[in-house]
Every structure is written in C-alpha cells, then in structure tokens.
C-alpha cells in the first residue's frame, strides 16, 4: 500500500509540476513568500523547489516563533533561571536559541554547581502546570512562546492555576501574532524598501490557521493587493497552493483562498479564540527578530489574571540586544536573503553548533536547508520581478 500511496503521490506531483509550467506566464517572474517554517521544511525536504519552472521562486518568511524570538527575550528567561532561582520551564528548542555572550538556556542549566539554573524543557504548557503542584515550595515559570496555535494551551493553563489558587506559577509570555507580521513585511515592501523582498503573493500557515481561521488574512489581501493561499504541510498542498497563486497573479486577483480546506474554515476555532481573548490583551508593541519592533503584533497577560504575569512577578523589563553582527538570520527572517548567502551557514553555525536562531528549530529556514541540502539555484538578492 505504501509504495501505491508514493506512485500515487509522485503522478500528483508530476501533474501539478507540469499544469504550473503551463499557467506561469514566462516573460514574467513570480515571487511566494512562505510564513510558516513546516511549509519551509516541506519545500526543502520534498525538493519542491526543483519542480518549479525558473520564474517561479519560494522566498523564506519568518519561519516559527523559536526563529522570531529576540535575544532580549531569551535573556529575560535565562535572568530568571540564574537570578531569580526559579525552575524556568520551556519547549526544548527554545532552549538552544543563542543569547547574549553566547549563552542559552540549555548552557545555563549546564553551568557548575549552584551557578547552573534549574531549567527544565517540557512538552506542554501543562508539563509546567504539574511540576509547579509537586514543587509548592518553588516558583515555577514556563517560558511560552509561539504563534496562535500553541496560545490558546498558555491560556488555559493559566486559567487553571487561578481556579486552583496556585501562587507559585506564572508565565513569561512572548506568543506573537502571524498576520500582523504579514502585514508588517508586505508595508515594508510596498514602500520600497531595500531590507524587504518583493513579493506577489503568500502561502498562508496551516496550524495558525486551523485556530483563527482564514478571515484575518482578507484584510491584507485587499489593502495590499497581494493574494494568500493557505496550505497544508504535505508536499502537493504546498504545490496546490503555488498554482492557485499563480492564477491569482495572472488573473489580477488578490484574495484569500483556503487550499486547506480539510481542516481551516473561514471562522476559525471560536471557542479557543474565546479562551484566549479571556486571558490575552494585545501589546502595543514587540520585537521580533529580523523584523523589528511591530505593533500590535503579541500578547500579554489582562490584569486579571496579572499574579500569574511573570514580567509583573519579578518587575522584568526588556532590553532590546543587537543581532551576531556575522549572523544574517535577520535578512533571511525578511526573505532578502537565501540561508547559502551567509558565510556562517554549515561552517561555524551548524545545527549542533547555532549561532543563530534559523539554524535552532528544525522548521528554521537555516535548519530545513542543512539537512536536506537542498540548494536553490537563485538566491533572495537576485530580481525577483520582471
């Protein structure tokens, strides 16, 4: 059965490869960004990028919320394990993200006798709700990140802790949103800029989308007149979704269509946005890496649940820090450049070895590209406009 499901899926693939050839106009060139990392590990494990004509090209978007973190927030979290003495709790490749004088969390649980902190990876927000039970005498702090798909766990567990009473659990929030950062790159290259890719159209996030649904993109697709299509992880949805974004193109259209449909409707999950509005407040402003400061762009604690903030908890106050000025995980996060155009990629920055958060999480671009070797014929610094 398996070898009929991959002759199945290779006859799709070819199909699909082919009707794309055939609608991509040739005298002129297109340019997809792909927000989501599992859509950039897709691309790079599959080779999708090879069954695209020359006038087709993927360009690397913000990747995951491990890549977008800033090293002020990593330093917020690593300040708590060493100086704060609390049992710091986080998914595991958060803990590999490089820090200031090239700590991390993972080297700060590492260090010799009582200067090492107690930091622990979990595999869930509720991982940490139960460590904080069985250590009362601890405070317990689980460093959360990502986009809205893992939000609405953060708040649940906070929800739990206050029905609970806990007093020694809280959250360093720095769950971040997906379409403001969308609309962020396409205002950066509608004015031109020469950090910003040029770009013609998005394939949306699958796992984000499943929670706020495909609504929120519509506003993007009319303001900026750049279609997105959102697509599924597996190698023929990402395909699908280039061929429906090249019709877009062609057609003069600028919508937001869902190729996902087995699993993302237009409305979203209600009852987990309803749970994160109870526990959430938009910031005015968060820093993400490579993109810089956004508005409106993350999520902080409402004062009503503020005994389980950790900001609050420990008065934390954010200190933006400069990128590794070798590193350019900025630029590929912004899609102006290819993981190959920087002279640290598979030399000093590894994924043993990062020196960047592209190279940490398996869906960063950086990542996706060591291991695959899968190498684009064009780079991001190239026109991508004809």
């Keep these: 059965m398996k070898y009929v499901d991959e002759f199945r899926d290779g006859k799709l693939a070819r199909n699909l490869a082919t009707a794309i050839a055939a609608e991509a106009c040739p005298e002129r060139r297109y340019a997809f960004m792909e927000f989501c990392g599992g859509h950039t590990h897709a691309i790079s494990r599959y080779g999708v990028s090879n069954l695209l004509p020359d006038n087709v090209r993927m360009v690397h978007g913000p990747g995951c919320p491990v890549c977008v973190l800033p090293i002020g927030r990593v330093n917020m979290a690593i300040a708590l394990a060493l100086e704060e003495d609390v049992i710091l709790c986080s998914y595991g490749d958060c803990l590999r993200v490089p820090a200031s004088g090239g700590r991390s969390l993972l080297k700060?649980?590492?260090?010799?006798?009582?200067?090492?902190g107690d930091v622990r990876m979990?595999?869930?927000?509720?991982?940490?709700?139960?460590?904080?039970?069985e250590q009362p005498?601890?405070?317990v702090v689980f460093f959360a990140i990502g986009f809205e798909t893992t939000t609405p766990p953060t708040a649940v567990v906070i929800r739990q802790a206050a029905a609970e009473g806990l007093k020694n659990f809280s959250v360093l929030c720095c769950h971040v949103?997906?379409?403001a950062a969308i609309i962020s790159i396409l205002e950066s290259s509608?004015?031109?800029?020469?950090?910003?890719p040029l770009l013609d159209g998005f394939i949306g996030p699958?796992?984000?989308?499943?929670?706020?649904?495909?609504q929120p993109y519509e506003g993007c697709a009319v303001k900026y007149r750049k279609p997105v299509v959102i697509a599924g992880f597996e190698p023929l949805d990402v395909m699908q979704a280039i061929l429906m974004l090249i019709r877009q193109v062609n057609?003069?259209?600028?919508?937001?269509?869902?190729?996902?449909?087995?699993?993302v409707t237009r409305e979203g999950n209600r009852k987990a946005q309803d749970i994160v509005a109870d526990v959430f407040e938009l910031r005015a402003s968060f820093e993400w890496r490579g993109l810089g400061t956004i508005p409106d762009s993350a999520l902080a604690i409402r004062p009503l649940y503020a005994e389980f903030d950790a900001e609050r908890r420990f008065a934390l106050a954010y200190r933006a820090v400069p990128d590794h000025k070798s590193c350019d995980c900025g630029a590929i996060l912004r899609g102006v450049k290819h993981p190959r155009d920087c002279?640290?990629?598979?030399?000093?920055?590894?994924?043993?070895?990062?020196?960047?958060?592209?190279?940490?999480?398996?869906?960063?671009?950086?990542?996706?590209?060591?291991?695959y070797g899968r190498a684009l014929a064009r780079t991001a610094s190239e026109p991508v406009n004809g």
């Design 206 to 214: 699958a796992h984000v989308s499943t929670v706020i649904g495909s």
């Design 343 to 371: 002279k640290l990629f598979g030399t000093v920055c590894t994924p043993e070895n990062p020196v960047g958060s592209c190279m940490v999480s398996s869906e960063g671009a950086c990542a996706a590209h060591y291991t």
């Design 190 to 196: 509608a004015q031109s800029k020469a950090d910003a």
């Design 251 to 263: 057609e003069g259209r600028a919508e937001v269509e869902n190729e996902f449909t087995r699993a």
């Design 137 to 139: 005498d601890r405070q």
């Design 122 to 133: 979990v595999y869930s927000a509720t991982d940490a709700l139960k460590i904080a039970r």
């Design 177 to 179: 949103l997906t379409p």
């Design 108 to 116: 700060a649980r590492s260090l010799p006798g009582a200067r090492g």
